[in-house]
């Protein structure tokens, strides 16, 4: 059994595991909250970091710690298993790696036997340093880096230390052990970055200066990726130091794990932007409560462009799930569709399927049908279709439509366009196109609101664009059909 801590269960509503854990909300900052989420508790992982949080994260990390290792005693807890920082406590280690450890000696100061579990770089989806290297590589060709490219780390993949975490459990002689982990191979920062470059087939270049501080990297970070410099600055100023394991104890207490190599942990990350996957890893973040209605949303995240609309629609969710299915084919894509077949002109000028494919049934759709250019890729009756981009694309992107009931013949629809870029050009790709998919995607949410209230009407005719903003849509569009000169570069980027 699982309990789940949060500070709003909200945040947690319509995640996949949701229903099969218990959600309790409390706060490490305020101890109080912590007695009824502490009781039948066996083991307690402590995963937390306030880093952005504020500025004296470090004072606020002790402090959650101290809070978190005396409600546990309190509950008699039987251990604490804790996910720190690696690094040489003995040298002039940097504050944020030297609070990491700080934090596991406050959760000991309440009493209950700990784990703690010393990493470096954790390579997965999410981990903030992993998307630091992410970020830098996909969007600079030449990267002009300060010398701690040149430090040596030992990253682990996100995999082996969820192996780590879990065999504790039935480790007992790991009860207030400082157990340190890693990766098959020591790499530096620098070739953490081209081994990324070569996985997604791209070419980039390293030059080292003398001259960049951590906070002038830090600038540059928030400059070039999603990541604030207030985060990525504590991030930096630890690459100075060398964060390798110094002691065999992981390999004599856990002997069943192997870790893996670090490209092969790229290798499995990047397997994360397989289209079956971007649901659960992508769009649970942008999960809303029932009734919470958020007209757009759109943020950069793991990798990933995501821009979401909603609407509450006026119609039970069967009605909103047949209107979002039937798009494509002979109905076509409700708004301005004139521009989605000059898309699919341009599509098949460079070698994509273009839009000629059409539909295999005006209603129905099934897992694996063609629709124009895109495939569907995972469906669920009544509540979500997600459809896979196949044309010739600078990277990979999927559109998802999902309805939600709220109450009696109401619903949320969401609609939301997810898209990989691969390196500049993509990035490039995305941004000349943004303002032609704010016309293309509103008008499309509004139209399939306005067909699920009358679902049972004939579509109505899209009506004549004149005047300037049909001249400015084919302004932008003029953009793409540059970019679309670009596509066939792609491979070789």
Known sequence: RVKVLSRSAERLAGRAWSEQVEIIEGDVLKPETLTSAMQSVDFAYYLIHSMGGAKDFFARDELAARNFGRAAQTASVKRLIYLGGLGDASTELSEHLRSRQQVGEALKEGGVAVTEFRAAVVVGSGSLSFEMIRYLTERVPVMICPQWVYTRVQPIAIRDVLSYLVA?????????QII??????????????????RARDLKRYLMAVPVLTPRLSSYWVHLVTPIPANIAQPLIEG???????????????FPQIQPIAYQNAVIRALDKLTAREVETTWSDSLASSIGDTVPYHYEEREGMMIEQRQREVHAPAEAVFAAFT?????????????????RGILDRLVGGPGYRRGRRNPNLLRVGDALDFWRVEALETDRMVRLRAEMKLPGRGWLQFEVEPLKSDTSQLTQTAFFAPKGLFGLVYWYMLFITHKFIFDGMIERLVTQAEHIDDPPAAEKPIFGRFKLLVAGLLLSAIVMAGLVKSLNRD
Do not use: C, F, K
């Open 239 to 253: 690459l100075r130091n060398e964060v390798v394991v110094r002691d065999p104890r992981a390999q004599e207490l």
């Open 168 to 176: 504790a459990l039935q480790t007992p002689d790991s009860a207030g």
């Open 326 to 342: 039937r798009l494509g084919g002979q109905q076509g894509w409700l708004y301005l569709n004139w521009l989605w077949h000059l």
């Open 180 to 197: 340190e982990i890693g990766g098959a191979d020591i790499q530096t920062y620098g070739s953490m970055m081209l081994g990324y470059a």
